[in-house]
T-cell receptor
């Protein structure tokens, strides 16, 4: 079946511009996660959606970052007024279960969006 | 989630077994041990997970020490495609996020 898809695969933008990154999770998966991977920081958690619950935004690095998940499916990560330090690969993952047995579920990752801020 | 310690890098020869160690001395009783790997230019992929007993699946085996303070991911016959960064991650009941450390870069020599 189809896995997690992300678009665009690459995005080059100028400092100060806003960008939107999209994630299509696996159909039926109730949990959705955003992570980012930058050269100096490794893989870090950004935000987590589980069903209709309030998202866990504790990993968002600043208020320039926001995300939404519409209809319990597609998610968009928005970065406003991009800075050069935002350059990274942004990864989306989804899982079937999430919070109720979060320490056992398997997360399936998309291929990522490589963001370059000039 | 509790912290894990892994070697920065390891090397193996093709078609030989590989044992990737992970120390997690502060593991709690409800923490599951998960392994993910990340191939070059791809997102991480799940490999295996366990709680107390050793686990086997089509990709690998997971050997968990009796005191649970360490575990070993075993690739029975390494292939060139197994060259990746392998992450050992502990997951507690308080949340679902994955907390990635530095992982082990596995190089497989032909």
């Amino acid at each position: 079946g189809a896995g997690v898809s992300q678009s665009p695969s690459n995005k080059v933008t100028e400092k100060g511009k806003d960008v939107e990154l999209r994630c299509d999770p696996i159909s039926g998966h109730t949990a959705l996660y955003w992570y980012r991977q930058s050269l100096g920081q490794g893989l870090e958690f950004l935000i987590y959606f589980q069903g209709n619950s309030a998202p866990d935004k504790s990993g968002l690095p600043s208020d320039r970052f926001s995300a939404e998940r519409t209809g319990g499916s597609v998610s968009t990560l928005t970065i406003q007024r991009t800075q050069q330090e935002d350059s990274a690969v942004y990864l989306c993952a989804s899982s079937l279960v999430g919070r109720t047995s979060g320490n056992r579920d398997t997360q399936y990752f998309g291929p990522g969006t490589r963001l370059t801020v000039l | 989630d509790a912290k894990t310690t892994q070697p920065n890098s390891m090397e193996s020869n093709e078609e030989e077994p590989v044992h990737l160690p992970c120390n997690h001395s502060t593991i709690s009783g409800t923490d599951y041990i998960h392994w993910y790997r990340q191939l070059p230019s791809q997102g991480p992929e799940y490999v295996i997970h366990g709680l107390t007993s050793n686990v086997n699946n089509r990709m690998a085996s997971l050997a968990i020490a009796e005191d649970r303070k360490s575990s070993t991911l075993i690739l029975h016959r390494a292939t060139l495609r197994d060259a990746a960064v392998y992450y050992c991650i502990l997951r507690g009941t308080s949340g679902s996020r994955l907390t990635f450390g530095e992982g082990t870069q596995l190089t497989v020599n032909p």
